[in-house]
């Protein structure tokens, strides 16, 4: 429109991109087309916050972001195409956006940026036996556990806390 606003499924946008469906869906879809096939790391697409404060001529910072990437080998005989969400944030004095948290494509939650087992916190969900287990760091380095047990995966033990040093109220 004359606002600079784009619309689609709808003429009268009431944002800069307004996306509206009557009696269906109003997905977005972004898709990576790549001849040579999709492996694990590429990127498949992400959605940007951010801004400028000199008018818009050379600071573009990034104070946010939502990406998605390849967590695995794609397959077209199979239609095996794993991926993963990254999200970025942009601590306050850090100059740069990092990654704070990851959705893998086994649904685990990995908080941090993921670069060493000591200082990532993870949310483990395995369907399989029924268990969340809840990572401070890994063990052998003294890192806390919380375990929920839900199904076979421990009969005797339904909770399980593990740690150096931890305090219960």
Avoid: C
């Avoid at 697409?45 to 000199?54: F, H, L, P, R, Y």
């Avoid at 990034?62 to 942009?90: C, H, K, M, Q, V």
């Amino acid at each position: 429109d004359v606002d600079g606003k784009v619309g689609i499924g709808t003429i009268t946008p009431l944002q800069l991109l307004h996306v509206e469906a009557t009696g269906g869906n109003s997905n977005i879809q972004i898709f990576r087309q790549d001849a040579d096939g999709i492996t694990s790391g590429n990127g498949l697409g992400g959605i940007k916050w951010g801004g400028t404060q000199d008018g818009g001529t050379t600071s573009h910072a990034l104070a946010a972001g939502i990406f998605a990437y390849a967590d695995g080998t794609w397959s077209t005989t199979t239609n095996d195409s794993p991926g993963r969400l990254e999200f970025w944030t942009n601590p306050d004095g850090s100059g740069a956006a990092a990654k704070a948290m990851r959705i893998n494509g086994g649904g685990d939650i990995i908080i941090g940026d993921g670069a060493t087992t000591a200082d990532v916190g993870k949310i483990y969900n395995s369907v399989n036996d029924g268990q969340m287990r809840i990572s401070g760091g890994s063990s052998d380095q003294g890192g806390a556990h919380i375990a929920l047990y839900g199904g076979s995966a421990s009969a005797t033990n339904n909770v399980k806390i593990e740690g150096d040093n931890f305090l219960l109220n």
